[in-house]
């Protein structure tokens, strides 16, 4: 394993691409002649619904305008710059938070499970589909995570519908964070228990949904580490605090904040001084700074035995693919050797990004993460900002009504170690350019 971060190993095009040479080029509608028409198209009988009519006419108006922003088609690795379309982009929609992607260590690791272990495990964990990769990887998340034991599933989704359906009970309660991921949203549905929400890092409205009267035999909290559209942190030692005065338990999802924070790269406990035995459950996908697929649960060694036979997700679904594994397993290894190096650059380059961005007028909200939202506040304005960027060479997807709250419409960009110097001036050139469209 190499002894330094690898800065830019992923980058597949050139990096002297210039904002200057802003091109005609639009997103490209993925949609081939299904939205050619000047008018949308009819929705068929088996879809007709309010929310399909609206996808359908939103589509069609994106599509119509060139703005279209979303499934762009990749030909190269991600990294800071990309190919897409054939064209050389520099990406800030990448979760690589740490420049883990195109690591040769973890695809080395990755290839050679593939040769040892084949391409899939022709099975469900509780079957035949568990290897030594998927015994080694938990190992090491338990450990990295200081907890007694763990266990994975093939995406984070997975991991969050597992730990609500496997663990909490129709007899008990939930209380969520309102800004928690859309998967603990559809599995606290899935599970068809009592669920209240607080608001967003509101400790006051948390304590008091706390003390009201409830039937309940157990009350969870759910939150995350660092929420995906703010950017912000939780408050977890405090959260600790109400939960151990109302007798409560914690889950806490830290897809984002994996790797970003802590001396060494371990999450928001470590970050806060927190003793993970104070957190029942760690739920996380490793997408993110783990750069494959899968996700995982961390959390006492009882609680992983009942849900290896409780657990849809483990019991029901294909087991993690052994080149994915391998990734993980091998990511660990090196955010343990490499993470606070790479972990000190990201923070260096969201930090002079975000304080620029800041300076040209733009409102990035109250991040304290690599995640940065350009806050627009109208959604036309968001997609013209988006597809402007886009011709110019840069890939910022926008997040839009469904997925936020209408007048929240923002750009969500994402920092990473792996992204120069350079590429941000260039980036800052970009927005700087466009600041007319939002005004």
């Not at 394993?1 to 597949?12: F, N």
């Not at 929609?93 to 391409?119: C, K, M, Q, V």
């Not at 209380?175 to 606290?188: M, P, Q, T, Y």
């Given at each position: 394993?190499?002894?330094?971060?690898?800065?830019?190993?992923?980058?597949?095009?050139?990096?002297?691409?210039?904002?200057?040479?802003?091109t005609?080029?639009?997103?490209?509608?993925?949609?081939?002649?299904?939205?050619?028409?000047?008018?949308?198209?009819?929705?068929?009988?088996?879809?007709?619904?309010?929310?399909?009519?609206?996808?359908?006419?939103?589509?069609?108006?994106?599509?119509?305008?060139?703005?279209?922003?979303f499934?762009?088609?990749?030909?190269?690795k991600?990294?800071?710059a990309?190919?897409?379309?054939?064209?050389?982009?520099?990406?800030?929609?990448?979760?690589?938070?740490?420049?883990?992607?195109?690591?040769?260590?973890?695809?080395?690791?990755?290839?050679?499970?593939?040769?040892?272990?084949?391409?899939?495990?022709?099975?469900?964990?509780m079957l035949?589909?568990?290897?030594?990769?998927?015994?080694?990887?938990?190992?090491?998340?338990?450990?990295?995570?200081?907890?007694?034991?763990?266990?994975?599933?093939?995406?984070?989704?997975?991991?969050?519908?597992?730990?609500?359906?496997?663990?909490?009970?129709k007899?008990?309660?939930?209380?969520?964070?309102?800004?928690?991921?859309?998967?603990?949203?559809?599995?606290?549905?899935?599970?068809?228990?009592?669920?209240?929400?607080?608001r967003?890092?509101?400790?006051?409205?948390?304590?008091?949904?706390?003390?009201?009267e409830?039937?309940?035999?157990?009350?969870?909290?759910?939150?995350?580490?660092?929420?995906?559209?703010?950017?912000?942190?939780?408050?977890?030692?405090?959260?600790?605090?109400?939960?151990?005065?109302?007798?409560?338990?914690?889950?806490?999802?830290?897809?984002?904040?994996?790797?970003?924070?802590?001396?060494?790269?371990?999450?928001?406990?470590?970050?806060?001084?927190?003793?993970?035995?104070?957190?029942d459950?760690?739920?996380?996908?490793?997408?993110?700074?783990?750069?494959?697929?899968?996700?995982?649960?961390?959390?006492?060694?009882?609680?992983?035995?009942?849900?290896?036979?409780?657990?849809?997700?483990?019991?029901?679904?294909c087991?993690?693919?052994?080149?994915?594994?391998?990734?993980?397993?091998?990511?660990?290894?090196?955010?343990?050797?490499?993470?606070?190096?790479?972990l000190?650059?990201?923070?260096?380059?969201?930090?002079?990004?975000?304080?620029?961005?800041?300076?040209?007028?733009?409102?990035?909200?109250?991040?304290?993460?690599?995640?940065?939202?350009?806050?627009?506040?109208?959604?036309?304005?968001?997609?013209?900002?988006?597809?402007?960027?886009?011709?110019?060479?840069?890939?910022?997807?926008?997040?839009?009504?469904?997925?936020?709250p209408?007048?929240?419409?923002?750009?969500?960009?994402?920092?990473?170690?792996?992204?120069?110097?350079?590429?941000?001036?260039?980036?800052?050139?970009?927005?700087?350019?466009?600041?007319?469209?939002?005004?």
């Amino acid at each position: 394993m190499t002894s330094k971060p690898q800065e830019l190993a992923a980058v597949a095009p050139r990096e002297v691409l210039t904002v200057t040479e802003e091109t005609n080029s639009a997103p490209q509608s993925p949609f081939g002649d299904q939205f050619s028409d000047v008018e949308a198209p009819e929705l068929e009988p088996m879809l007709k619904s309010s929310v399909a009519r609206r996808w359908i006419r939103d589509i069609h108006d994106m599509v119509g305008n060139d703005m279209y922003p979303f499934q762009q088609t990749m030909q190269s690795k991600s990294g800071p710059a990309v190919v897409s379309n054939s064209r050389d982009m520099f990406m800030l929609s990448s979760y690589d938070y740490l420049g883990l992607l195109g690591h040769p260590y973890i695809e080395n690791a990755s290839i050679n499970a593939i040769r040892n272990y084949g391409t899939g495990t022709g099975g469900a964990r509780m079957l035949a589909g568990t290897n030594q990769l998927h015994r080694a990887l938990e190992a090491k998340i338990a450990a990295f995570k200081r907890k007694p034991a763990a266990i994975t599933f093939s995406s984070g989704y997975m991991a969050n519908l597992a730990v609500i359906n496997g663990i909490v009970q129709k007899s008990d309660r939930i209380i969520i964070d309102e800004n928690v991921h859309r998967s603990l949203i559809d599995a606290i549905y899935m599970a068809q228990v009592e669920c209240v929400k607080f608001r967003h890092n509101d400790l006051e409205h948390l304590r008091e949904l706390l003390a009201e009267e409830t039937t309940a035999k157990k009350t969870f909290i759910v939150i995350e580490g660092v929420y995906s559209m703010e950017g912000d942190l939780c408050p977890l030692p405090e959260i600790v605090e109400l939960k151990k005065e109302f007798g409560a338990y914690l889950i806490l999802d830290e897809s984002h904040s994996l790797g970003l924070y802590g001396e060494n790269c371990r999450g928001v406990d470590e970050h806060f001084n927190v003793n993970p035995e104070d957190i029942d459950v760690f739920t996380s996908a490793m997408s993110k700074c783990v750069p494959s697929g899968g996700g995982f649960l961390a959390c006492s060694e009882q609680t992983v035995t009942v849900l290896q036979h409780s657990a849809t997700p483990f019991v029901f679904s294909c087991a993690m693919s052994p080149a994915n594994t391998a990734a993980c397993l091998a990511a660990f290894e090196v955010i343990e050797k490499e993470g606070p190096e790479r972990l000190k650059k990201v923070f260096e380059n969201a930090n002079y990004l975000k304080k620029h961005l800041k300076r040209l007028g733009y409102n990035v909200g109250k991040t304290q993460s690599p995640i940065i939202p350009v806050i627009i506040g109208n959604k036309e304005k968001t997609l013209r900002l988006s597809a402007r960027l886009y011709a110019l060479g840069i890939l910022a997807n926008p997040v839009i009504f469904p997925a936020i709250p209408p007048g929240e419409d923002r750009l969500r960009l994402c920092v990473t170690a792996a992204q120069s110097k350079y590429m941000l001036d260039e980036i800052i050139l970009a927005f700087g350019m466009c600041r007319s469209i939002v005004e």
